[in-house]
């Protein structure tokens, strides 16, 4: 395994050919963006690649794939695309593939066993890199391409709002936005709210409490407020970010039931409290500002043990 | 009155002094961020420049002003910076002004009477603007203008989400960033909540009603229910756009009760629908994707001249 330069990467890519690329589980615009939009650019230039998404693409992300079909090839160079451990890669996404040629990432923590390397750790997105990389192979944006750099950086940003976000990330949404339909790339990903989700949040402040003094602010979803308000995963997103929004809360912590008698916890912090730390506690972990850890018992005993900690944490 | 090009503007403001800023009423992020700006900037030149504001500058503003201290001089040059027209100027703002002398705005609807007018339709910002002018007057940025510029540009745009952003848009934030904390700023815009906005939110999402097939939603604000809350001007900002991130919703229309029995009504679109067209049957207007009007009258009447005017336009 070595840590390579970008001119490496693109040498790299430039001399193979059969490219198989791949995405990690529970897949993100992210690694749906780079992975794709690579997979566009490497197919301009006369090579073929395949993406490898674990399961299907979420509907959410069809949009990405309209002009996508699956080409007929034996992978002969494997690149995984924002796959930070080797832990993230479904097994079908795994199939046929003995080692991975090449890793480009954007996570400071990558552990990806691959023969070359490449990860900035100030890309807010791995798409900012693909970006780059598309640039010095010198393909031609189309909107397709530019549809999934969009996609990347403006998810992994928050549509630019994230900490990460910086100069380049805006440099690069300037350049890609004159090619694509990030209008509708953002109704989908940062305004649409479906009318169970809407309920879904209004019964999540139904739920919120505050303790340590307002510093912390605990909300939950339980099996049975979900099947009354008929709403799947798609629903689910984003509710973790509820409780930290609101004014004086540094650490927000949102108490999901999952079948099992076990509840998925997720902690959000402002004010550089330690999420991680939090939740290591509990056997989880995490990102500084965002953590997350499972908790078996009934609502009553694991609100009570993640209050106490919080408090004593505080 | 004269349409004037931005080269024009950087010679009215080079050759005048003692400059007066007017911005509009409800102040917002784009009338604040652009005015403070240019006094910012002006003074920079050696130059006299208050900005006159309707009240007080909103608390969650009041980090555009920490270094900014009234000066004391008498008013020789007039500048309005994203009034959309003359009713939306103060009577606190207009004190001691006989005429305006120049417009800086990016409403395309501008009606403002000023002696020379620049009208940038295109501009996400009348910031936008204001950092062009600022460029062009040859002053470095700093963290003031900076984070007046970016407080403008994102607050405008919803953090780079709404249909009005440009390639510009992203390249002028590329251009501040570096200059300003946009983190602490996005977090005041766009994370933070207190207990009374969320409460506020959660009676807005009681009073949604759809209407036009589901392609209509509309919410309202009485001055009961704000009393009730404790809500203040603050509270209220960022309520028109509940109803149009509604699955389905084209138009999403908030209401607003203010003192005299006036409603201020806001309008939101997708798909292209056209809220200003929609505005102008009640003598308002603004941008194509949102919009605004006053009409008088009870809940009801108001609601249901809104209803018929959105069923016959959808």
């Given at each position: 395994m070595r840590m390579i330069t970008l001119d490496e990467v693109v040498s790299l890519l430039k001399e193979n050919d059969c490219f198989k690329l791949l995405t990690h589980s529970y897949p993100d615009g992210d690694t749906l963006g780079g992975a794709f939009a690579l997979a566009y650019a490497l197919r301009k230039l006369g090579k073929k690649a395949n993406v490898a998404v674990n399961g299907a693409v979420p509907s959410k992300f069809r949009y990405l794939v309209k002009n996508y079909t699956e080409q007929d090839f034996v992978p002969a160079y494997i690149v995984s695309v924002d796959v930070a451990a080797m832990s993230l890669l479904g097994d079908s996404v795994m199939e046929g593939v003995d080692k991975i040629d090449l890793c480009i990432d954007h996570h400071r923590t990558n552990s990806v066993a691959a023969e070359h390397v490449y990860v900035d750790g100030d890309a807010a997105a791995a798409s900012e890199t693909v970006w780059q990389i598309i640039g010095m192979l010198g393909v031609e944006p189309d909107e397709d391409i530019a549809g999934c750099i969009y996609t990347g950086i403006s998810t992994d940003t928050g549509c630019f709002c994230y900490t990460n976000t910086t100069p380049r990330t805006h440099r690069i949404a300037a350049e890609v936005i004159p090619y694509c339909d990030w209008q509708s790339i953002n109704y989908i990903n940062f305004v649409v709210k479906t009318r169970a989700k809407i309920r879904m949040e209004r019964m999540i402040y139904d739920t919120m409490e505050f303790y340590a003094g307002g510093k912390c602010a605990v909300v939950y979803t339980t099996l049975a407020m979900q099947m009354a308000l008929g709403a799947g995963d798609d629903e689910m997103e984003?509710?973790?970010?509820?409780?930290?929004?609101?004014?004086?809360?540094q650490m927000g912590i949102t108490m999901r039931e999952k079948e099992g008698g076990v509840f998925k916890i997720s902690v959000r912090t402002n004010d550089g409290i330690n999420a991680s730390e939090f939740c290591k506690q509990f056997g989880g972990g995490g990102h500084p500002a965002a953590s997350g850890c499972s908790i078996e018992g009934d609502l009553g005993t694991v609100k009570k043990m993640l209050v106490d900690a919080a408090e004593a944490f505080l």
């Amino acid at each position: 395994m070595r840590m390579i330069t970008l001119d490496e990467v693109v040498s790299l890519l430039k001399e193979n050919d059969c490219f198989k690329l791949l995405t990690h589980s529970y897949p993100d615009g992210d690694t749906l963006g780079g992975a794709f939009a690579l997979a566009y650019a490497l197919r301009k230039l006369g090579k073929k690649a395949n993406v490898a998404v674990n399961g299907a693409v979420p509907s959410k992300f069809r949009y990405l794939v309209k002009n996508y079909t699956e080409q007929d090839f034996v992978p002969a160079y494997i690149v995984s695309v924002d796959v930070a451990a080797m832990s993230l890669l479904g097994d079908s996404v795994m199939e046929g593939v003995d080692k991975i040629d090449l890793c480009i990432d954007h996570h400071r923590t990558n552990s990806v066993a691959a023969e070359h390397v490449y990860v900035d750790g100030d890309a807010a997105a791995a798409s900012e890199t693909v970006w780059q990389i598309i640039g010095m192979l010198g393909v031609e944006p189309d909107e397709d391409i530019a549809g999934c750099i969009y996609t990347g950086i403006s998810t992994d940003t928050g549509c630019f709002c994230y900490t990460n976000t910086t100069p380049r990330t805006h440099r690069i949404a300037a350049e890609v936005i004159p090619y694509c339909d990030w209008q509708s790339i953002n109704y989908i990903n940062f305004v649409v709210k479906t009318r169970a989700k809407i309920r879904m949040e209004r019964m999540i402040y139904d739920t919120m409490e505050f303790y340590a003094g307002g510093k912390c602010a605990v909300v939950y979803t339980t099996l049975a407020m979900q099947m009354a308000l008929g709403a799947g995963d798609d629903e689910m997103e984003g509710l973790a970010n509820i409780p930290r929004q609101v004014e004086g809360v540094q650490m927000g912590i949102t108490m999901r039931e999952k079948e099992g008698g076990v509840f998925k916890i997720s902690v959000r912090t402002n004010d550089g409290i330690n999420a991680s730390e939090f939740c290591k506690q509990f056997g989880g972990g995490g990102h500084p500002a965002a953590s997350g850890c499972s908790i078996e018992g009934d609502l009553g005993t694991v609100k009570k043990m993640l209050v106490d900690a919080a408090e004593a944490f505080l």
